[in-house]
């Protein structure tokens, strides 16, 4: 049986009699795919399988159906399982308070009273499945949602390493250019004190270069999982590939960290998140200005878990208040054809997924942008300890 054929049957529960076999039957005649099983676990089993709704006698809910009731409290997020439960009618009679009680706790229930009336079980059956149908469309959603969301995840990251790439490339070139310089000085020098000193200025030129190959390969190195990193190394390991950059666009560059300040996380996707942060700074003040990178070990604002806090503060224009509301947003750009429109919508991402959050606010003296975000000194051990995230 394909799994669209699972997701359009009918399950039937009744272990009385001929029940079963009377329903089944009658299900196969109006066109139903039907499937008879024999307890609540099975039941429990063949709904995870896929099911459209299930026809289910009272009487054959007096047995153990614990692990029913697990599975309806611990469904998706999209799913809200349909059930029709056949009542026996005695005149007069309403259902006990315990009843009621035990229905309620199975959620979505429709009570068909017997003896049955085809047309209502018809209608019951037929509304049960439209609403498990528009169930499952809501659950294909959220999927292909994720996929979609999950590919521009892959594309973004893509496209920052190929950004990285290129800054890499140009922080090299320039110390390379002034070595093939100073090598061509060398070879006219017309003494060798003067040689020598030329010589000593082309060893700091390649120091940097090896510098900066030295924190990328640690950076494409690092593991996937969490790590113990030094946070001002980390701040430093994402400022050097800017250097000729603030350099040729007049960037004084402050750097504040308390040098015992560490934290557990993923090392290349936080300097990643600096990189992009850092990035868009830059950007913002063409015309000169400062860039402040600040780390300090606060607490969460409202739990008080252990964390650090890391800020990058720029003298930009700011933000203006028609962006604001959508910086975070995946496709929002102020960069025209330039901008993808992801880099901050990633970096929120990242930041999440280490259970932090990341704010941005405009300080007035002098104008422009802060851009601040926390993650927990170290990962929660599971999801009940998660940091609750702060807008």
């Known amino acids: 049986m394909s799994s669209d054929n699972f997701h359009n049957r009918v399950l039937v529960l009744a272990n009385f009699g001929r029940d079963s076999e009377l329903l089944h039957k009658f299900l196969e005649q109006h066109g139903f795919a039907c499937d008879v099983v024999s307890s609540a676990d099975e039941l429990s089993r063949e709904i995870q399988r896929g099911a459209a709704t299930a026809i289910i006698t009272e009487e054959s809910l007096n047995g153990p159906v614990e692990q029913w009731e697990n599975y309806l409290h611990l469904q998706p997020a999209w799913s809200d399982f349909p059930q029709i439960i056949l009542t026996s009618s005695v005149k007069g009679e309403t259902p006990s308070a315990a009843q009621l009680s035990f229905l309620r706790k199975l959620g979505n229930v429709t ?11 018809l209608s019951a059956v037929e509304s049960a499945m439209r609403a498990r149908m528009r169930q499952y469309e809501v659950r294909d959603f959220l999927r292909r949602q994720a996929q979609s969301e999950e590919a521009l995840r892959r594309t973004e990251k893509l496209a920052v390493a190929g950004r990285l790439a290129a800054s890499v490339a140009h922080e090299i070139n320039n110390p390379l250019t002034a070595v093939t310089n100073l090598l061509f000085l060398v070879r006219s020098a017309g003494s060798l004190e003067e040689a020598h000193n030329y010589a000593r200025q082309a060893e700091d030129e390649l120091r940097r270069v090896s510098e900066i190959a030295n924190h990328n390969l640690r950076f494409h190195r690092s593991s996937k999982g969490p790590e ?19 350099k040729n666009q007049s960037i004084n560059v402050q750097v504040e960290c308390n040098e015992r300040c560490h ?13 992009n942060l850092i990035s868009n700074a830059i950007e913002v003040m063409r015309g000169g200005g400062a860039l402040l990178v600040r780390a300090s070990a ?9 964390g650090v806090r890391i800020s990058v503060v720029d003298h930009g224009e700011g933000i203006s208040p028609r962006v604001h509301p959508r910086l975070f947003e995946a496709f929002f750009t102020t960069k025209g054809d330039v901008g993808t429109g992801l880099g901050l ?7 999440e997924k280490h259970r932090g959050f990341i704010r941005a606010r405009n300080h007035r003296s002098p104008r422009g942008a802060v851009f601040s975000f926390w993650i927990p000194e170290k990962p929660p051990e599971d999801r009940s300890d998660a940091v609750p995230r702060c807008a």
């Open 263 to 275: 934290v557990i996380c993923s090392l290349g996707e936080i300097r990643q998140v600096l990189v």
């Open 345 to 351: 919508w990633l970096t929120k991402d990242i930041i």
């Open 298 to 306: 606060v607490p969460h604002p409202s739990t008080g878990v252990p």
């Open 111 to 121: 009570l068909v009273e017997r003896p049955i009336h085809t047309e209502t079980l």
């Open 228 to 246: 113990k990193v030094d946070v001002a190394e980390l701040l430093n390991s994402a400022l050097v590939i800017f250097r000729a950059k603030l």
